[in-house]
């Protein structure tokens, strides 16, 4: 076991205990002083992203894989506003819920506390490191990240910006921690170390949430594939659906919310798919059809099976065209990674009866699956969107990070 990744986790540990003595104030107050940091240090955090950026031309990464790395002015900007607006939110850590008076007297309730020590192990966005630190520290959380090597000149320069700004508040700048060592075998030590770590959250590829559920004797919130559809069914609203579809595909196709399948009613295949191909051929969008959908396109590629369950986080889409509502749903709940799916349609039923029928995270009715991220649903960032059902579903910001326990008041009840 190495002593550095040990120190580490312990340093944490012992930081989270005196976060959870800390009021709101001086929470929000490391925020502010985080984000004067990264102000001052702008172009100090751009110099070490080249770095990242230039190893990741060389190795030849793709173009997606690149705009997630990037950290240009805008992303700093996005940075700095994730920690105004975890700063305005509502502080979950010591809400009392439900409090209730049983024939005995006892008055019981629960009150909602911090996790403890988050572990998150990421890939390549490095401005993961603000979003996470922001909504542990004001949920009062300790953190321990261990990010890849992609990105790892910007992860450093970025925590040691977080630890300047915990300092400079008078906060255990220990409370965050970043693990520099990106051997693999560093984060099997790290999934090991239970008695200082109480969950991990994968935020990356299929290949790196499988091996963390394989190897980690802590509990994972699954933050999984996305494999994303939109259905545009036979009541939908052409120009609406183009403009969705396009959203969902084109407008950042590297992430976990971009769409990966398009579903289409047989009934409007012919008005929509021509009008719709035109458009990501702009884009210079490959799609890739059933055969339905071929003989509408017949100049697209032929969709195999494989594709049907493909992340493809790049300008690639596979189409399928459905004989109606039941199949598309069939389609999705077979094939979906239960993140967000999204459904075109005028007809109020065809809505309703989509968003209870299909078993996603997410269910959109005439919006593009894009929106599914914590900053857009309100909850100033996101630590993780949770493809499965415990302990919570979909983004996860500050009240997802704690827990509710139990109080008691009494006054001197004992038990017969």
């Not at 394989?214 to 609203?237: K, M, Q, W």
């Not at 959203?247 to 769409?259: E, F, I, T």
């Not at 999705?332 to 995270?361: C, G, K, P, W």
Request: proline fraction near 3%; charge should be neutral.
């Amino acid at each position: 076991m190495s002593e550095d990744l040990l120190l580490k986790c312990n340093n944490v540990k012992v930081a989270s205990r005196e976060l959870v003595k800390l009021n709101t104030e001086q929470k929000d107050k490391a925020l502010s002083m985080i984000a004067e940091e990264i102000e001052k240090k702008r172009d100090k955090i751009k110099i070490a992203n080249e770095k990242d950026l230039n190893n990741g031309m060389h190795k030849g990464l793709s173009k997606a894989f690149l705009d997630r790395l990037e950290l240009n002015d805008k992303r700093i900007d996005g940075m700095l506003k994730i920690l105004k607006d975890v700063m305005d939110l509502k502080d979950p850590v010591g809400e009392i819920l439900g409090m209730n008076t049983l024939p005995n007297g006892l008055k019981i309730g629960q009150m909602r506390m911090p996790l403890g020590v988050i572990g998150i192990i990421f890939e390549s966005r490095p401005n993961v490191c603000i979003e996470v630190a922001a909504l542990t520290i004001k949920s009062a959380n300790g953190v321990i990240l261990r990010g890849g090597s992609d990105a790892i000149h910007s992860n450093i320069a970025l925590i040691g910006i977080i630890k300047r700004g915990l300092k400079k508040a008078g906060l255990p700048e220990t409370a965050v921690e970043v693990i520099e060592d990106t051997d693999r075998d560093t984060v099997k030590e790290l999934l090991k170390m239970r008695d200082y770590i109480d969950v991990v959250i994968p935020r990356g590829g299929l290949k790196l949430i499988r091996f963390v559920e394989e190897h980690s004797l802590i509990p994972v919130i699954r933050h999984d594939l996305g494999i994303c559809h939109t259905y545009i069914d036979e009541f939908a609203n052409i120009e609406m659906a183009v403009s969705i579809a396009y959203n969902a595909k084109v407008q950042r196709p590297g992430v976990c919310n971009a769409m990966e399948t398009l579903l289409v009613h047989q009934k409007i295949a012919k008005s929509f798919l021509p009008n719709m191909k035109a458009e990501f051929d702009k884009a210079g969008v490959e799609l890739r059809g059933c055969k339905n959908t071929k003989a509408i396109l017949p100049d697209i590629k032929d969709a195999v099976e494989g594709d049907w369950s493909t992340e493809y986080l790049d300008l690639v889409l596979s189409i399928k065209t459905v004989a109606s509502a039941d199949e598309a749903i069939d389609h999705i709940n077979t094939y979906s990674s239960h993140h967000s799916d999204a459904i075109v349609s005028d007809n109020y039923n065809r809505a309703m009866q989509f968003l209870n029928e299909v078993d996603s995270a997410a269910c959109f009715v005439n919006a593009s699956t894009r929106f599914t991220d914590g900053n857009e649903f309100g909850l100033g960032a996101e630590i993780g969107i949770s493809n499965q059902k415990l302990h919570v579903r979909g983004p996860m910001g500050l009240r997802e990070l704690t827990s509710a326990k139990y109080i008691i008041f009494g006054s001197g009840q004992i038990r017969e």
